[in-house]
């Protein structure tokens, strides 16, 4: 979405392929580094960090701050701290025709890295309420159609209670899924009660059921959650930024 809204010739490297080489480029924008060491010098450095801040590879602010010269960052409390510029929202898919009141199949989705904090309390609430088994890690079209056929979007913390998942907020909202998550200290601008609903994991079980009865209920959240994922947010404005 960002080489197409940028409108001139991008090289994409995957990070398991290392850092491109230095001579061919003018512009290097890196999403999201973790493990790989600072940037070849080229003109213009921008790095964009999409992970929790409690990810476990995810490199000291400081340090990823003295490698680039624009830093954008998904998470506000994150940005304030690092003077990072703060992306309102960054969805993977700005091509989606989205009819909120179309059929979804599955009824509560939960996708991502099953560590034991969070297979602990899926197994809990798929004991008490039967969902569907957790699905693990996705990405691209496939992580699209799987959030076009769910009613419901699960964020479960990874390591502990006050962590924080934004962009699966803006994933899933983009889709027109309901976001049901644990309690979060910075959700901005998203907002419980308006754009999703918020529950400690000790009441995740009931609160499912409950949307689930009534789902015809949450449309108007599901409504105002897209308009906050939605492009014209977005993706654009953060290539604007950039040139």
Partial sequence: ALTRALRFQCHLVFEKEGMPPVCEHHALIVIGPQDHGPPPPVPILVCIRTEQSSHPGSRALSVIHSWYGTVFDIQKSRAE???????RAWPEWDSVELDLDADRP???????????????????????????????????EDKRAALLDAKIALVVHAYYAGGSEPFRYVEAGSCGALVVAEAAPDTYPWVAG????SATSDVLPQVLRRCLEKWSETRRVRELAYCISSPAATTRTAAETIL
Avoid: C, M, N
């Avoid at 560590?115 to 996705?138: A, N």
């Avoid at 308006?194 to 609903?197: A, G």
């Fill in 81 to 87: 701290e690092t003077g990072a510029i703060f992306l």
């Fill in 194 to 197: 308006d754009h999703f609903v």
């Fill in 106 to 140: 599955v009824q509560v989705l939960w996708y991502g890295t099953p560590t034991e904090r969070r297979v602990e309390i899926l197994r809990s609430i798929q004991k008490e309420i039967g969902i569907e088994e957790p699905v693990g890690f996705l990405s691209g």
